[in-house]
């Protein structure tokens, strides 16, 4: 079983539409949750990291963690062309504390059209 | 001014040599890491240095060496170059200890013929 399963996609949504991605992880005992953007061609950039239970909202992104399912999920409002990227859901290892082991899943391709 | 810096950008080599990737950050960061993106686009942490110790080292064949010659350097040498290891290789770097938000640098695209 992969520790951090994402739908690699292509996921396509109109524009303006809600964008929502999803992901589920193996280890129950994880408490730190990432989703990174990746341009093509480019290195990821970290938009979100969630810790709690619930919704935590940045702007037009709201990650979503539900510790009991492990899953988390990222919602994109009003999506713009822009945010057609690759986004990868990660989360920490938490055996680590001299540094930050974070384990990525596959990318899920996200596609807006105009 | 660049945070994380890579060089070379692109390495085009042929199987069986050896090659050296180099990183720094200027950010003031204790950790570095080393992450290898597959064409699948699967990333994954090959090493992590911690204030020039090496802290996380992952099931990578002991071709791939990496060195930090000081806490904002860290360096990826590997011997014997074969196809497989044609890939994408990222430096991030991270405040340090357990500190979570890492910052990527732009990437080495590896070609290996």
């Known amino acids: 079983q992969k520790e951090v399963e994402q739908n690699s996609g292509p996921l396509s949504v109109p524009e303006g539409a809600i964008a929502s991605l999803n992901c589920t992880y193996s280890d129950r005992v994880s408490q730190s949750f990432f989703w990174y953007r990746q341009y093509s061609g480019k290195s990821p950039e970290l938009i979100m990291s969630?810790?709690?239970?619930g919704d935590k909202e940045d702007g037009r992104f709201t990650a979503q963690l539900n510790k009991a399912s492990q899953y988390v999920s990222l919602l994109i409002r009003d999506s713009q062309p822009s945010d057609s990227a690759t986004y990868l859901c990660a989360v920490k290892d938490w055996r680590y504390s001299s540094a930050s082991k974070i384990i990525f899943g596959s990318g899920t391709r996200l596609s807006i059209r105009p | 001014d660049t945070a994380v810096s890579q060089t070379p950008k692109y390495l085009v080599t042929q199987m069986g040599n050896d090659k050296s990737i180099k990183c720094e950050q200027n950010?003031?960061?204790?950790?570095m890491y080393w992450y290898k993106q597959d064409s699948k686009k699967f990333l994954k942490i090959m090493f992590s240095y911690n204030n020039k110790e090496l802290i996380i080292n992952e099931t990578v064949p002991n071709r791939f060496s990496p060195k930090s010659p000081d806490k904002a350097h860290l360096n990826l040498h590997i011997n014997s170059l074969e196809l497989g290891d044609s890939a994408v290789y990222f430096c991030?770097?991270?405040?340090?200890?357990?500190?979570?938000?890492?910052?990527f640098g732009p990437g080495t695209r590896l070609l290996v013929l």
């Open positions: 950010l003031g960061h204790d950790t």
């Open positions: 991030a770097s991270s405040v340090g200890g357990s500190q979570e938000t890492q910052y």
């Open positions: 969630i810790y709690s239970n």
